[in-house]
């Protein structure tokens, strides 16, 4: 059966700094991995994504995530956080096509301080 | 125009009650599914549902029962509601084949 840790449950930060939220997963056959995003008040939002193809998948706003199979790990990183970063950032694991159930890990709460 | 919609978005109801909240989505996507999210940001998937059909069906309570009436919509309407049903409902949508899914903005519901 498929599960997702998140390492950390919060994360402080000051502004311009970098970043890692740790995320690893299990499962024994191949899987699609997600990193969604949710701001105070408001629905998941998709972040980036890994399916298939580079390891290295990017986001519009500056986050990237490495797929990591030997380690099994997905770690979201940015080089240097804004204070609008903050929100809960939640790592997903589906299996197969990616369809019927996605396992969402525990989220890790990104604080942003100026 | 929004992708994924859900009403109310507020709920306060009395132990005992009945209530349903209400999933729409405009993106053609011929899957959905509800999420509950506890006070801790824990996030459990509850149904998911295919071109109408049920396909998955997590261990939650059989007062809660989720309909379908077209590939659009996906209501959840829950009998006898309990203290412990506090919490934010989501409601999600995917193309199957791709994998990533998109929310609604949730329905917090307080039982009191």
């Known amino acids: 059966a498929q599960s997702v840790t998140q390492l950390d449950s919060q994360v402080p930060v000051f502004e311009e700094a970098p970043v890692e939220l740790r995320c690893n997963y299990s499962s024994s056959v191949s899987v699609y991995l997600f990193w969604y995003v949710q701001y105070p008040n408001q629905g998941l939002q998709l972040l980036l994504k890994y399916l298939s193809g580079s390891t290295l998948v990017e986001s519009i706003n500056g986050f990237e995530a490495e797929f990591n199979k030997s380690q099994t790990s997905f770690h979201l990183r940015k080089p240097s956080v804004h204070i609008s970063d903050t929100a809960e950032y939640f790592c997903a694991v589906s299996e197969g096509t990616g369809g019927f159930k996605t396992i969402f890990g525990a989220g890790t709460r990104l604080f942003v301080k100026a | 125009d929004t992708a994924v919609s859900q009403t109310p978005k507020y709920l306060v109801t009395q132990m005992g009650n009945d209530k349903s909240i209400k999933c729409e989505q405009n993106?053609?996507?011929?899957?959905m599914y509800w999420y509950k999210q506890d006070s801790k940001k824990f996030l459990k998937i509850m149904f998911s549902y295919n071109n109408k059909e049920l396909i998955i069906n997590e261990t939650v309570p059989n007062r809660f029962s989720p309909k379908s009436p077209d590939k659009a919509h996906l209501n959840l309407h829950i009998n006898s509601l309990e203290l412990g049903d506090s919490a934010v409902y989501f409601c999600?949508?995917?193309?199957?084949?791709?994998?990533?899914?998109?929310f609604g903005p949730g329905t917090r519901l307080t039982v009191t």
């Open positions: 993106l053609g996507h011929d899957t």
């Open positions: 999600a949508s995917s193309q199957l084949d791709r994998g990533e899914q998109y």
